[in-house]
């Protein structure tokens, strides 16, 4: 399974950016796909997922209206469309694939395959 994330930078406070994660390896209906973060110093946290083929959708409170994930399956991509930027948006973001039950799903975990993270900078 290979998994690589792309599309960060460096964004002023209140803008936008699309992250990408480009899925292959396996045939993934059935699993579940997972934005986390993870800022300098702090612990990797869940920002977002989505099961595959459809269904339940979870976001941290913390993006909760300003993030969006969505899946195109024709290309095996996943984004992660990110408005209203903060500072404290500022980690690596990783993507993730796993086979997470319902309760578990927001856990690091919960999660077997990670690509390499792309880094997002909010400048205030």
């Known amino acids: 399974v290979q998994l690589q994330a792309s599309g960060g930078g460096l964004v002023q406070t209140g803008g936008s950016l699309r992250l990408s994660c480009a899925a292959s390896?396996?045939?993934?209906?059935?699993?579940?796909i997972a934005w986390f973060c993870q800022a300098p110093g702090k612990e990797r946290e869940f920002v977002a997922c989505?099961?595959?083929?459809?269904?339940?959708?979870l976001y941290a409170d913390s993006v909760k209206g300003r993030f969006t994930i969505s899946r195109d399956f024709a290309k095996n991509m996943v984004y992660l469309q990110m408005n209203s930027l903060r500072p404290d948006d500022t980690a690596v973001y990783y993507c993730?694939?796993?086979?997470?039950?319902?309760?578990?799903?927001?856990?690091?975990?919960?999660?077997?395959?990670w690509g390499r993270g792309t880094l997002v900078t909010v400048s205030s």
């Open positions: 390896g396996r045939t993934f209906s059935g699993y579940t």
């Open positions: 989505s099961r595959w083929s459809g269904g339940t959708t």
């Open positions: 993730a694939t796993g086979r997470p039950i319902l309760s578990t799903m927001r856990l690091v975990t919960s999660y077997s395959d």
